[in-house]
């Protein structure tokens, strides 16, 4: 097999790794690319377990890179999330929603570097505890009691119930025909009392500084946005796309000052948990756009 060849065999789970460890789609993939030029410098050596080589220097890379992000992320402006992930709706997804969901993504980050390695590594992956122990040059003990910290972390995150994608659209669905019309009785309806909506503009475009707590702020919220003309049931072919964006059906919407991403959350009493809207245009280099 040549060295090409070997590598992209474990393109996918080095490219789902870094995404995760790491909650960008650009980062995964110069983490990649890095661990490619690693892997062909590495190729006058005997490497017998080709698959381990490369999810430890993939693993470590992105452990560096996630110490160097610390200060910048600590002084981004307004709430922070991950770059979303983009599946066409052509496409088969590649990935189970709650393995990718935001609310996963985001009980990741309140975890150490090490943590979020450890828990990926053995509770997504299936590594063994050796091999983990092998990559992060820690002993077995010691990345089983990370993992127990960081699982008690994202516990909360899982989803207890089973949503299924159709339901899921019909949630999204509903919730774009409300917000055409304007109607709130209609929105009230399709938003759980205690919903959740995000946005990340990183300083760059026009974005809540802080959540919207339960269904009456996101309302008064939405019913202001600037953006609300441009979704009208006249226009709605042109303003926006559906995806599959982390998981679930989303929204790829095009607005007068560029891209913006909508994720949703289903929640188990038949209404929207959350919503996730990213502006920031540094996050969204990788959307296609509505008319592409």
Same mark, same amino acid.
């Given at each position: ?16 790794? *870094?995404?995760?460890?790491? !909650? ?69 997804? =590649?990935?189970?929603?709650? #393995?990718?969901?935001? #609310? ?16 990926? =590594?053995? %509770?997504?992956?299936?590594? %063994? ?6 990559? =992060? ?40 025909? *409300?917000?055409?019309?304007? %109607? ?9 009392? %205690? ?7 990183? !300083? ?46 989303? =929204? ?38 509505? #008319?592409?």
């Amino acid at each position: 097999m040549s060295d090409l060849a070997a590598f992209e065999a474990h393109r996918a789970r080095l490219t789902r790794l *870094a995404y995760r460890m790491l !909650g960008s789609v650009s980062e995964a993939e110069d983490v990649v690319q890095d661990a490619w030029l690693r892997w062909r410098r590495a190729q006058t050596q005997i490497i017998d377990d080709p698959a381990g080589w490369l999810v430890r220097t993939a693993t470590r890379i992105c452990l560096d890179r996630m110490r160097a992000a610390r200060v910048r992320r600590e002084a981004y402006r307004g709430p922070w999330l991950p770059e979303p992930l983009i599946e066409e709706m052509s496409e088969e997804s =590649l990935e189970r929603a709650e #393995a990718v969901s935001v #609310a996963f993504l985001l009980a990741l980050e309140r975890l150490s570097p090490l943590e979020r390695a450890v828990f990926l =590594l053995h %509770d997504v992956f299936g590594d %063994d505890y050796g091999a983990i122990a092998e990559i =992060l040059g820690r002993n077995e003990a010691a990345c089983r009691q990370l993992a127990t910290r960081a699982r008690a972390h994202v516990r909360e995150a899982r989803p207890r119930f089973s949503v299924s994608q159709d339901e899921a659209a019909r949630l999204v669905a509903a919730f774009m025909a *409300a917000l055409q019309k304007n %109607d709130v009785a209609a929105l009230k309806d399709v938003l759980a009392q %205690d919903a959740v909506m995000i946005s990340d503009g990183g !300083g760059k475009r026009k974005a809540a500084l802080r959540p919207m707590v339960g269904r009456d702020e996101i309302i008064t919220l939405l019913r202001g946005l600037a953006w609300r003309g441009s979704m009208s049931a006249a226009n709605a072919d042109a303003a926006f796309r559906f995806a599959r964006i982390n998981g679930w059906l989303g =929204l790829i919407v095009e607005l007068q000052d560029g891209l913006m991403t909508l994720a949703f959350e289903p929640g188990q009493d038949g209404r929207l948990a959350a919503i996730y809207l990213v502006r920031n245009p540094d996050k969204l280099m990788h959307v296609r756009g509505v #008319a592409e």
